[in-house]
């Protein structure tokens, strides 16, 4: 079942919560959340080849805070990594899908390129894999509406959560941008 905005209003605190709560992200069937003013971008100087099997990432890549007022230029075919200003804690009888707004995929803005599931007992700030296809560049404001979060109660709650070791969970409790750890799986 999905949540309707009435839904999203009765069970908040229940079996979801998002902090900060603005009663104004409510939308008929999800929530908006916000874009935060933190940014994980690569340095391509500093780069080889990648192998995501035995390597982190993050060392290619810089942290960028925008300044109050100050907003982040998205140039035509960059990819950075963003967040949720909000932070999403769901129940074991909730999972959640994060798309990007329409208005925004309509100016070429991509706001999740595969990840936007997120798992019943997760807890954090969502990171956003954004990459601009528009012809030009795009300025991106700290705190616009910038997706989506939509909210499933399952049929039963899940027996093991995100979070839980036994899941190899590597984003629990995360906020701000997280750079890729997948060289963390056991495999």
């Known amino acids: 079942m999905l949540y309707s905005d009435t839904d999203l209003i009765e069970n908040r605190g229940l079996t979801y919560d998002v902090r900060p709560f603005n009663s104004a992200s409510v939308q008929p069937a999800s929530l908006d959340l916000t874009l935060s003013d933190e940014f994980l971008v690569f340095r391509p100087h500093k780069m080889g080849v990648i192998d995501p099997l035995i390597e982190d990432a993050s ?11 100050n907003t982040f230029v998205l140039h035509p075919g960059e990819f950075v990594l963003g967040s949720t200003t909000e932070t999403v804690k769901l129940s074991s009888h909730v999972a959640g899908a994060f798309m990007g707004k329409s208005s925004l995929a309509r100016l070429g803005l991509i706001i999740h390129t595969t990840a936007g599931f997120i798992d019943p007992l997760f807890e954090g700030s969502i990171t956003l894999e954004m990459a601009n296809m528009a012809p030009a560049p795009l300025r991106l404001s700290p705190g616009m509406w910038i997706g989506q979060l939509a909210l499933y109660e399952l049929k039963t709650k899940c027996e093991i959560g995100y979070g839980d070791l036994e899941r190899n969970s590597k984003y629990q409790g995360q906020t701000g941008p997280v750079a890729s750890k997948y060289f963390m799986n056991e495999e």
């Open 59 to 69: 060392r290619y890549m810089k942290r960028v805070k925008v300044e109050d007022g």
